[in-house]
């Protein structure tokens, strides 16, 4: 199996910033994407910022500028540093990692953390 631990979220006022981080462990392979997902009450959870093993990046249009992920690839680690924090921001982070596990060929499978709250209040 695959775990992902995620740690870093918390409090903060507007303008402020926090780090997130997810350490994956288990019987991995490779790890072939890495990327945080973001949900409110009520709402579908979406895309915050992905990199895959090549370290290119994408991230959703609402953070651009202001969130950077960043990935330790001998750690199983990806981070999200958040800058210039806005209320909107305010939801659980769900980490998210696609594995190859050991033994599994080429099939990858994907994993979420148990998410960690982002609240962005005066």
């Known amino acids: 199996q695959v775990q992902l631990v995620e740690s870093g979220g918390g409090l903060v006022q507007p303008g402020g910033s926090l780090r997130l981080s997810c350490a994956a462990a288990g019987s991995i392979f490779r790890i072939n994407a890495m990327g945080w997902y973001r949900q409110t009450p009520g709402k579908e959870r979406e895309l915050v910022a992905a990199i895959i093993s090549g370290g290119s990046t994408n991230y959703a249009d609402s953070v651009k500028g202001r969130f950077t992920i960043s990935r330790d690839n001998a750690k199983n680690t990806v981070y999200l540093q958040m800058n210039s924090l806005k209320p909107d921001d305010t939801a659980a982070y769900y980490c998210?990692?696609?594995?190859?596990?050991?033994?599994?060929?080429?099939?990858?499978?994907?994993?979420w953390g148990q998410g960690t709250q982002v609240a962005v209040s005066p």
């Open positions: 998210n990692a696609r594995v190859i596990r050991l033994g599994d060929g080429s099939r990858s499978s994907d994993y």
